[in-house]
C-alpha cells in the first residue's frame, strides 16, 4: 500500500484535532466518496475565536471518477456551526465546489445510494436528509426529501437494500464465461411494491433506541414510522446495519461499554393500509472476548467501534474495544448449533423425520492481540466469494482485494488485517509519508511534541474493488492511497494483468466506475490490457456482447489515455461511441411500410442487404432495398443534419489518411481494421443517400474541385473497398496499392475536414505513473505538478479556435455564450440548455441527459471554461 496524493487546504489551523465531533466517510459503486471534516483549532479554543477555513471558489468538477464530499464545520465562540457540504472530485481534487447542507447539529452519518446518484446525511439532532443531483449534474444537488426525529442524534443510516447481490468467483477467475465469475445470488429486496419491484427508502437508528424508517412512494410522497427496538430502550451509543436474504433487517448496537452485551434485533418493514409497519424482534447477544479475560477485563473499557463485515452478511460482525493508548478487535460470527436434549429424553423411541433442536449462538472466530488505539475502520465491499475453494484459489493466486480491512491507528498508521483471520496483510504508516520518517523516529517525534497532536485518520473507506483507500486525517487532509492487488506481494505480470483484468470485467458488468483500477495500470499494461479485455469479449454471448459494447469501449478509452503510445486509439474509441450512438439513432427513425409485425426491423434487414451486397457503387445496393420504408418528413432530417455532417466527415477523414496510418499510431488507425465499424458507416450512407433524394437538404455537405462531383459516390466507393479488406468473415488483408492511390488523390478532390477531437487528459490518474505521491492544495490546479506546463499531445490538439459541441456536432465559436457541462469521465463538452426546437433531435439529447456517450457524469462549467 502506497500514498498517491495528499490534497490540503492553503491555510489552516496549526492543530484541528477535535476529538468530540467526530468524522464519517463513504465511498459509493460510482466512486463518490462522501465524508465529513470539522476544522476547528485547540488554539482557538482557548481564545474563543472563530476559524474561517479558506474561501472556496464555486468552481466546477472537471472529472467525476471519484466525488468526495467534504463537511466542514466553522465554529463561531464555540456555539455557533455552519455545515458546509463540498463536492471534490478526486480526479482533480483541488476543484471544489460548496452547497449548504441545512443541519443544525453536526453529520454524524453519511450514506449513498446503490446509483451513487443520492446522498443521505443524518446529523445529531435526528434530522436526515436526501441530496440528489439538480438536472443530473454532479456538483448541482438539492434536498427535496427529509425526514426528523427531534432532538434524538442518528448514530446508523443505511438505504433499503435493493435486492441485487452479485458474488465475485476468485476460483472461476480463469473461465470464459462472465456468468460463472461473477453469479447473482438470490436476494429478496427489504421491501417490494405491487409485481415485485423494491421499494425505496431508508432506515436510521438514534442514540435513545429507536428505529426509524422511511419509504419513497412512486408518486414522491415519504411514508414515515418509528419503532422502538426493543421494550426497554436504553441508550445506543454505536449501531450498525446489515440485510438477510430473506428481506429482512438486522440492527446491532451497544449502549458504548464493553461489560454491556452487544445486542441484535431483527427489523421487518412493511405497509398495511397505506401505512408503514416496523416489527422487531430480539436476536441472540454477545459479551466481548476480552471482558470475560480476568486479565484484560478492566483494560479495555469502551466499544469504539461495531461494523458488520458487509452490508448483506448479518452472521459476522466485527467488535473493536479501546483505552486511552491501545485497543483490540475481535470477530464474531453466528452459528447454528444443536441443543442437548436432557437424559429424561433421549430413552424416548424417536419420531421418523425428527431433527435435533438447534439454536443460534455467537461464536468468536478470532482476536488480535494489543493494538495501538484503532482511529478509524473501513471494511472492503467486493463481493468474493468465502468458500473454501474461493479462498484457496485466492492464496495460491495472491489476489487479495475484498479479503482485507483497514484499521487506522492514532499513531498515523494503517494496517491491513485478513477479514477472517485478522492476520496482518500490510502495513501504511501515514506519517513516514508525510515527512519521509517512521513515527518512532525523533524527528518525527519532536515534530508531534511541537506541532500538536499526531497525525492520524479520522475517517477510511475503501473503494468498491478494495483497491484504493480514501482518508481524512485529523488536520483536514485528503490522502488517496492505492491498495496493491497482491498486498505487495512480487508477481509475474502475466498475473498482474489477470489481476487487474478480472476486476476491469467485474466493474464492466456491474457498471461501477473503474478509476481506481487504473490505479495500478502502468503505461507498459495498457496494450495487454485491452488485447486481453477484447478476447474476454469477444468469448460472451451474443445478448451479453450487445449489453456491453458501449461499456467495454468506454473501458478501452480510459486505458489509452494512460499511455502517450496508445493515446491516439483513446480518439478512435471516442469516435467509435458516437457512431454506434448515431447509428442506432438514425436506424430508429425507419418504420416498416405494412403495419403487421415483420420477422425483421427495417434496421436489421438494411445490416443483412448492406453484409450480402459487396458492390461498390452506392445505388446498385439501394435497389434491393424497400425504400418506403425510408420516407421520413422533412423537418426530423433537417433537424439531424449535423450528426449525418458528422459521419460523412468522419468517412472522409479516415479515407483521406489511409496513406499516413504509418508507424506513428493516429487516429483513425484502429478503424481500419474493424469490420463491423466500417460495415456501420457504409449503412449509414445508404440510408443518407436514400434521404437525401426526398430532401437535399440534409444531405452532408462537401467542397469539391469539380462541378460534377458525385462525392457519396466516390466515398462510398472507396469505403467498400476498405471494408472488404476487413470482413469478418474472411481472412484480414492489407489495403492495396490501387486503394491507396485513390485514397492519395482524395485530398484534391474534395476538401478534407479537421476533426475536433476530446480534449487532453488533465486529471491526477496520469500523473500517478511514478511512485512519488502528489502535493496539492484544495483551490489551487496549479498546485499539480507540470499543470500548464505540457504541451497536450498533437492528436489531441483543437485543429481550431471553435469550442466544439462534441454531442451535437455543431460550432459554439471561439468565446461561448452558452451554458455548458462536460463529462467528468471523457472531457465530451455540450450545450447545457437544447437550442433545437424538433422532436428527433430533441430525443437525440435526451438518451445523454443523465450520463455521457461513455457513461460518465456530468458537471456544470461556466461559459469562460466552454
Same mark, same amino acid.
Given at each position: 500500500?502506497?500514498?498517491?496524493?495528499?490534497?490540503?487546504?492553503?491555510?489552516?489551523?496549526?492543530?484541528?484535532?477535535?476529538?468530540?465531533?467526530?468524522?464519517?466517510?463513504?465511498?459509493?459503486?460510482?466512486?463518490?466518496?462522501?465524508?465529513?471534516?470539522?476544522?476547528?483549532?485547540?488554539?482557538?479554543?482557548?481564545?474563543?475565536?472563530?476559524?474561517?477555513?479558506?474561501?472556496?471558489?464555486?468552481?466546477?468538477?472537471?472529472?467525476?471518477?471519484?466525488?468526495?464530499?467534504?463537511?466542514?464545520?466553522?465554529?463561531?465562540?464555540?456555539?455557533?456551526?455552519?455545515?458546509?457540504?463540498?463536492?471534490?472530485?478526486?480526479?482533480?481534487?483541488?476543484?471544489?465546489?460548496?452547497?449548504?447542507?441545512?443541519?443544525?447539529?453536526?453529520? +454524524?452519518?453519511?450514506?449513498?445510494?446503490? +446509483?451513487?446518484?443520492?446522498?443521505?446525511?443524518?446529523?445529531?439532532?435526528?434530522?436526515?436528509?436526501?441530496? +440528489?443531483?439538480?438536472?443530473?449534474?454532479?456538483?448541482?444537488?438539492?434536498?427535496?426529501?427529509?425526514?426528523?426525529?427531534?432532538?434524538?442524534?442518528?448514530?446508523?443510516? +443505511?438505504?433499503?437494500?435493493?435486492?441485487?447481490?452479485?458474488?465475485?468467483?476468485?476460483?472461476?477467475?480463469?473461465?470464459?464465461?462472465?456468468?460463472?465469475?461473477?453469479?447473482?445470488?438470490?436476494?429478496?429486496?427489504?421491501?417490494?411494491?405491487?409485481?415485485?419491484?423494491?421499494?425505496?427508502?431508508?432506515?436510521?437508528?438514534?442514540?435513545?433506541?429507536?428505529?426509524?424508517?422511511?419509504?419513497?412512494?412512486?408518486?414522491?410522497?415519504?411514508?414515515?414510522?418509528?419503532?422502538?427496538?426493543?421494550?426497554?430502550?436504553?441508550?445506543?451509543?454505536?449501531?450498525?446495519?446489515?440485510?438477510?436474504?430473506?428481506?429482512?433487517?438486522?440492527?446491532?448496537?451497544?449502549?458504548?461499554?464493553?461489560?454491556?452485551?452487544?445486542?441484535?434485533?431483527?427489523?421487518?418493514?412493511?405497509?398495511?393500509?397505506?401505512?408503514?409497519?416496523?416489527?422487531?424482534?430480539?436476536?441472540?447477544?454477545?459479551?466481548?472476548?476480552?471482558?470475560?479475560?480476568?486479565?484484560?477485563?478492566?483494560?479495555?473499557?469502551?466499544?469504539?467501534?461495531?461494523?458488520?463485515?458487509?452490508?448483506?452478511?448479518?452472521?459476522?460482525?466485527?467488535?473493536?474495544?479501546?483505552?486511552?493508548?491501545?485497543?483490540?478487535?475481535?470477530?464474531?460470527?453466528?452459528?447454528?448449533?444443536?441443543?442437548?436434549?436432557?437424559?429424561?429424553?433421549?430413552?424416548?423411541?424417536?419420531?421418523?423425520?425428527?431433527?435435533?433442536?438447534?439454536?443460534?449462538?455467537?461464536?468468536?472466530?478470532?482476536?488480535?492481540?494489543?493494538?495501538?488505539?484503532?482511529?478509524?475502520?473501513?471494511?472492503?465491499?467486493?463481493?468474493?466469494?468465502?468458500?473454501?475453494?474461493?479462498?484457496?484459489?485466492?492464496?495460491?493466486?495472491?489476489?487479495?482485494?475484498?479479503?482485507?480491512?483497514?484499521?487506522?491507528?492514532?499513531?498515523?498508521?494503517?494496517?491491513?488485517?485478513?477479514?477472517?483471520?485478522?492476520?496482518?496483510?500490510?502495513?501504511?504508516?501515514?506519517?513516514?509519508?508525510?515527512?519521509?520518517?517512521?513515527?518512532?523516529?525523533?524527528?518525527?517525534?519532536?515534530?508531534?511534541?511541537?506541532?500538536?497532536?499526531?497525525?492520524?485518520?479520522?475517517?477510511?473507506?475503501?473503494?468498491?474493488?478494495?483497491?484504493?483507500?480514501?482518508?481524512?486525517?485529523?488536520?483536514?487532509?485528503?490522502?488517496?492511497?492505492?491498495?496493491?492487488?497482491?498486498?505487495?506481494?512480487?508477481?509475474?505480470?502475466?498475473?498482474?494483468?489477470?489481476?487487474?483484468?478480472?476486476?476491469?470485467?467485474?466493474?464492466?458488468?456491474?457498471?461501477?466506475?473503474?478509476?481506481?483500477?487504473?490505479?495500478?495500470?502502468?503505461?507498459?499494461?495498457?496494450?495487454?490490457?485491452?488485447?486481453?479485455?477484447?478476447?474476454?469479449?469477444?468469448?460472451?454471448?451474443?445478448?451479453?456482447?450487445?449489453?456491453?459494447?458501449?461499456?467495454?469501449?468506454?473501458?478501452?478509452?480510459?486505458?489509452?489515455?494512460?499511455?502517450?503510445?496508445?493515446?491516439?486509439?483513446?480518439?478512435?474509441?471516442?469516435?467509435?461511441?458516437?457512431?454506434?450512438?448515431?447509428?442506432?439513432?438514425?436506424?430508429?427513425?425507419?418504420?416498416?411500410?405494412?403495419?403487421?409485425?415483420?420477422?425483421?426491423?427495417?434496421?436489421?434487414?438494411?445490416?443483412?442487404?448492406?453484409?450480402?451486397?459487396?458492390?461498390?457503387?452506392?445505388?446498385?445496393?439501394?435497389?434491393?432495398?424497400?425504400?418506403?420504408?425510408?420516407?421520413?418528413?422533412?423537418?426530423?432530417?433537417?433537424?439531424?443534419?449535423?450528426?449525418?455532417?458528422?459521419?460523412?466527415?468522419?468517412?472522409?477523414?479516415?479515407?483521406?489518411?489511409?496513406?499516413?496510418?504509418?508507424?506513428?499510431?493516429?487516429?483513425?488507425?484502429?478503424?481500419?481494421?474493424?469490420?463491423?465499424?466500417?460495415?456501420?458507416?457504409?449503412?449509414?450512407?445508404?440510408?443518407?443517400?436514400?434521404?437525401?433524394?426526398?430532401?437535399?437538404?440534409?444531405?452532408?455537405?462537401?467542397?469539391?474541385?469539380?462541378?460534377?462531383?458525385?462525392?457519396?459516390?466516390?466515398?462510398?466507393?472507396?469505403?467498400?473497398?476498405?471494408?472488404?479488406?476487413?470482413?469478418?468473415?474472411?481472412?484480414?488483408?492489407?489495403?492495396?496499392?490501387?486503394?491507396?492511390?485513390?485514397?492519395?488523390?482524395?485530398?484534391?478532390?474534395?476538401?478534407?475536414?479537421?476533426?475536433?477531437?476530446?480534449?487532453?487528459?488533465?486529471?491526477?490518474?496520469?500523473?500517478?505513473?511514478?511512485?512519488?505521491?502528489?502535493?496539492?492544495?484544495?483551490?489551487?490546479?496549479?498546485?499539480?505538478?507540470?499543470?500548464?506546463?505540457?504541451?497536450?499531445?498533437?492528436?489531441?490538439?483543437?485543429?481550431?479556435?471553435?469550442?466544439?459541441?462534441?454531442?451535437?456536432?455543431?460550432?459554439?465559436?471561439?468565446?461561448?455564450?452558452?451554458?455548458?457541462?462536460?463529462?467528468?469521465?471523457?472531457?465530451?463538452?455540450?450545450?447545457?440548455?437544447?437550442?433545437?426546437?424538433?422532436?428527433?433531435?430533441?430525443?437525440?439529447?435526451?438518451?445523454?441527459?443523465?450520463?455521457?456517450?461513455?457513461?460518465?457524469?456530468?458537471?456544470?462549467?461556466?461559459?469562460?471554461?466552454?
Amino acid at each position: 500500500m502506497e500514498l498517491a496524493y495528499v490534497c490540503e487546504w492553503e491555510k489552516r489551523p496549526k492543530s484541528t484535532h477535535c476529538p468530540s465531533i467526530p468524522l464519517v466517510c463513504s465511498w459509493s459503486c460510482r466512486n463518490l466518496v462522501a465524508f465529513t471534516t470539522d476544522l476547528k483549532s485547540d488554539d482557538e479554543d482557548d481564545k474563543g475565536e472563530a476559524y474561517t477555513p479558506p474561501t472556496l471558489q464555486q468552481s466546477s468538477v472537471t472529472t467525476c471518477e471519484v466525488l468526495l464530499v467534504l463537511q466542514t464545520c466553522v465554529c463561531v465562540c464555540l456555539t455557533d456551526v455552519s455545515h458546509m457540504i463540498h463536492i471534490i472530485d478526486t480526479e482533480h481534487p483541488w476543484d471544489v465546489y460548496s452547497i449548504s447542507s441545512g443541519h443544525t447539529e453536526v453529520i +454524524s452519518c453519511l450514506e449513498w445510494d446503490q +446509483s451513487g446518484s443520492r446522498l443521505l446525511s443524518a446529523d445529531g439532532n435526528g434530522q436526515i436528509k436526501c441530496w +440528489s443531483m439538480a438536472d443530473h449534474l454532479v456538483n448541482s444537488w438539492e434536498s427535496l426529501l427529509s425526514s426528523s426525529l427531534d432532538g434524538d442524534p442518528i448514530v446508523a443510516l +443505511s438505504w433499503l437494500h435493493n435486492g441485487v447481490k452479485l458474488a465475485l468467483h476468485v476460483e472461476m477467475s480463469g473461465s470464459t464465461n462472465f456468468g460463472e465469475k461473477f453469479s447473482r445470488v438470490k436476494f429478496s429486496p427489504s421491501l417490494t411494491l405491487f409485481g415485485g419491484k423494491p421499494m425505496e427508502g431508508w432506515l436510521a437508528v438514534t442514540v435513545s433506541g429507536l428505529v426509524t424508517v422511511s419509504l419513497l412512494k412512486p408518486g414522491g410522497a415519504l411514508l414515515t414510522a418509528s419503532e422502538s427496538l426493543c421494550r426497554l430502550r436504553g441508550r445506543v451509543a454505536l449501531a450498525d446495519i446489515a440485510f438477510t436474504g430473506g428481506g429482512n433487517i438486522v440492527v446491532a448496537a451497544t449502549d458504548g461499554s464493553s461489560s454491556s452485551p452487544v445486542q441484535f434485533y431483527k427489523v421487518v418493514v412493511s405497509v398495511v393500509s397505506e401505512k408503514c409497519r416496523i416489527d422487531t424482534e430480539l436476536l441472540p447477544s454477545l459479551f466481548l472476548r476480552c471482558t470475560t479475560d480476568p486479565l484484560r477485563r478492566e483494560k479495555y473499557p469502551a466499544v469504539t467501534h461495531l461494523k458488520f463485515l458487509t452490508r448483506e452478511n448479518s452472521e459476522q460482525v466485527l467488535l473493536c474495544a479501546s483505552n486511552q493508548s491501545g485497543s483490540i478487535v475481535e470477530c464474531w460470527s453466528l452459528r447454528k448449533e444443536g441443543l442437548p436434549v436432557n437424559n429424561i429424553f433421549q430413552h424416548r423411541s424417536p419420531v421418523v423425520g425428527e431433527k435435533q433442536p438447534t439454536i443460534l449462538k455467537w461464536r468468536i472466530l478470532t482476536t488480535t492481540s494489543d493494538l495501538e488505539r484503532v482511529s478509524a475502520v473501513a471494511l472492503p465491499k467486493l463481493p468474493i466469494s468465502i468458500s473454501n475453494t474461493d479462498l484457496k484459489v485466492a492464496s495460491d493466486t495472491k489476489f487479495c482485494p475484498g479479503l482485507g480491512l483497514a484499521l487506522a491507528f492514532h499513531d498515523g498508521s494503517i494496517q491491513i488485517l485478513h477479514r477472517l483471520s485478522l492476520q496482518t496483510m500490510g502495513v501504511f504508516y501515514g506519517s513516514s509519508s508525510s515527512s519521509g520518517q517512521r513515527p518512532g523516529d525523533e524527528s518525527a517525534m519532536k515534530r508531534q511534541r511541537t506541532g500538536g497532536p499526531a497525525l492520524h485518520f479520522k475517517a477510511l473507506q475503501f473503494s468498491w474493488t478494495s483497491l484504493a483507500l480514501a482518508g481524512v486525517d485529523n488536520h483536514g487532509k485528503l490522502h488517496m492511497m492505492r491498495v496493491s492487488p497482491s498486498m505487495g506481494q512480487v508477481l509475474e505480470m502475466n498475473t498482474t494483468l489477470r489481476h487487474l483484468l478480472f476486476l476491469l470485467e467485474y466493474c464492466m458488468v456491474t457498471g461501477y466506475d473503474w478509476w481506481d483500477v487504473l490505479l495500478h495500470v502502468q503505461p507498459s499494461m495498457v496494450h495487454n490490457l485491452v488485447e486481453k479485455l477484447h478476447e474476454e469479449y469477444m468469448r460472451q454471448n451474443q445478448a451479453l456482447q450487445q449489453v456491453l459494447a458501449t461499456r467495454i469501449v468506454a473501458v478501452k478509452a480510459s486505458l489509452c489515455k494512460l499511455s502517450t503510445a496508445t493515446a491516439a486509439r483513446a480518439c478512435d474509441f471516442h469516435a467509435k461511441l458516437l457512431l454506434i450512438a448515431i447509428s442506432s439513432t438514425l436506424k430508429s427513425l425507419l418504420r416498416p411500410h405494412v403495419l403487421n409485425t415483420p420477422d425483421k426491423s427495417p434496421g436489421d434487414r438494411l445490416t443483412e442487404i448492406c453484409a450480402k451486397n459487396i458492390d461498390a457503387d452506392i445505388d446498385k445496393v439501394m435497389i434491393n432495398l424497400k425504400t418506403e420504408e425510408f420516407v421520413l418528413d422533412g423537418p426530423p432530417l433537417q433537424s439531424l443534419q449535423q450528426l449525418i455532417q458528422w459521419v460523412g466527415d468522419f468517412v472522409l477523414y479516415l479515407l483521406a489518411n489511409l496513406p499516413n496510418q504509418g508507424s506513428m499510431v493516429r487516429p483513425g488507425f484502429g478503424f481500419m481494421r474493424d469490420g463491423a465499424s466500417l460495415a456501420m458507416l457504409r449503412e449509414m450512407l445508404v440510408m443518407i443517400r436514400i434521404w437525401g433524394l426526398l430532401k437535399p437538404g440534409c444531405l452532408p455537405t462537401f467542397t469539391a474541385t469539380s462541378d460534377n462531383q458525385d462525392s457519396m459516390q466516390l466515398l462510398f466507393r472507396l469505403l467498400t473497398k476498405l471494408w472488404l479488406c476487413s470482413r469478418e468473415d474472411g481472412p484480414p488483408q492489407d489495403p492495396d496499392e490501387c486503394l491507396i492511390d485513390e485514397c492519395c488523390l482524395l485530398p484534391s478532390q474534395l476538401l478534407v475536414p479537421t476533426m475536433d477531437w476530446l480534449p487532453v487528459n488533465d486529471g491526477v490518474i496520469v500523473k500517478l505513473q511514478g511512485k512519488h505521491p502528489l502535493r496539492l492544495q484544495f483551490g489551487k490546479a496549479s498546485s499539480l505538478p507540470g499543470a500548464g506546463s505540457t504541451a497536450p499531445l498533437e492528436v489531441f490538439t483543437s485543429p481550431s479556435s471553435q469550442k466544439m459541441d462534441n454531442l451535437r456536432c455543431v460550432h459554439m465559436g471561439v468565446c461561448p455564450t452558452e451554458e455548458s457541462k462536460a463529462c467528468t469521465r471523457c472531457g465530451c463538452v455540450t450545450m447545457l440548455r437544447s437550442p433545437n426546437k424538433t422532436n428527433a433531435m430533441k430525443q437525440w439529447e435526451q438518451r445523454w441527459i443523465k450520463n455521457c456517450l461513455c457513461g460518465g457524469l456530468w458537471r456544470r462549467i461556466p461559459a469562460t471554461l466552454s
